[in-house]
Structures are given as structure tokens and as C-alpha cells.
């Protein structure tokens, strides 16, 4: 979500002749008060002292009616504010990353991937579906236990599924059980001993042995 405003444009010495410097700001790390400015919305000490020395509560205006709408009770927001040609645009986040890649050593080996969504507890992985129903086999078929538990690996977080149902919509959430990712780390393990014996520094097999190669 974002919201654009018109504001006058200061240089930043004139920020800092107002006591917007760096060190200034970054001795408000609590408050010893609040301020409101709506029924529901209160300003700490820091976002005050932004508010007057900065001459922008038009934009504490914006984020507590967008917060309103929005229904942010429990949520952590993080709000940007991108400054250009004398407009200033307001970009609301969840504080979710999203299509992050990732790299780590799994079982000795290199692994990359992307997490679709990662939030602050979990990595969240979207797929689509001919059958909600029947999707926790397709789980397993499409092999997204060694999925999971690659992603475990690279992220450090429990790996859940969004599953959407093509045509209809319907839409599942899936946890990953204990023995969900045991599989997966199964074939994972049968995967790198595989890899290791075509691809190693010790391989044993010759790749060029199991496939045929002509010219058409």
C-alpha cells in the first residue's frame, strides 16, 4: 500500500540545522510518553520530536488512517518514505521478505534456493493444485518434503505450504510434520549419494555410460 504527499524539499543541512541528524534520532530508542493524535493512535518522544522538528504530521496523519484501514493490531508494519521532486511516497510492508534466495551447506554440499514468502516465524511456500483435498499426496509425489526440508536448512525457520486450488480457489494451509521432513532429509540423503557418485571429487560412476549422444 502507498500513499503520496506533496512536501516541501530541505537539503540535508537544513535537516540537520533542525536536529534531524543521525545521532539526534538515534537517542529515542523508548519513550517516556505518548502523544495522540487519533482515538487509536498514540506518537512516542521520537516520532514527535520527527513530527514537529520536521514539520510532517501530515505524515503521522497518513500512517495512523492507514494503519485504520488496514486493521494492523497485531502486525508489525514498516513504513518507507521515498522523497523525489518534491513529492514524498509512503510504502507500507508487512516486515515479510519475499522471493528471497538463500545458500547454504546441506549434508556437505552446496544448496540454493528461493523462498517465496519468509516471515518472522516461518518460510512460506506457495503452490497451486488440481485437488485441495488430495494435495497432501501431491506433497509427496512432487517431492516437496525434501523441498521443506532443504528450506528448513537454508532459512532456520519451519517451512509451511499455501496450497490454492486451481478453478475453484479454495485454499489450504499445510504445517510440515516430524515425519513430513524425515522423508524429505530421506531422499535428500539418497539424492547427494547419487550426485556424489557422478558429479564427486571420488566419483565411482561414468556419467556418459547411461545416456546415448547422436548427432541428428
Known sequence: ??????????????????GLDTLTLAQFTGTGAYYRISRRHLLTD???????KGECFWMMDAVASHLSEIGTEDWFVLIRVQV???????????????EQPGISNVMGEIWKGKADIISSEFVIDLKTTSNIEEFKYSARKYNYDSQAYIYNQIFGKPVIFIAVEKGTN?????????????????????????????????????????YTKETL
Do not use: H
Open 170 to 210: 479454495k485454499t489450504g494451509l499445510f504445517d510440515c510434520s516430524d515425519e513430513f521432513l524425515d522423508r524429505g532429509k530421506e531422499k535428500v540423503q539418497r539424492a547427494v549419494e547419487v550426485w556424489r557418485k557422478f558429479f564427486g571429487p571420488n566419483k565411482t560412476e561414468d556419467i556418459t555410460q547411461y
Open 46 to 52: 521520537g516520532t514527535k520530536y520527527l513530527a514537529e
Open 1 to 18: 500500500m502507498q500513499t503520496t504527499q506533496d512536501t516541501a524539499m530541505k537539503t540535508q543541512d537544513e535537516l540537520e540545522q533542525l
Open 84 to 98: 523525489s521532486e518534491g513529492r514524498a511516497i509512503m510504502i507500507y510492508e508487512d516486515g515479510n521478505m519475499y
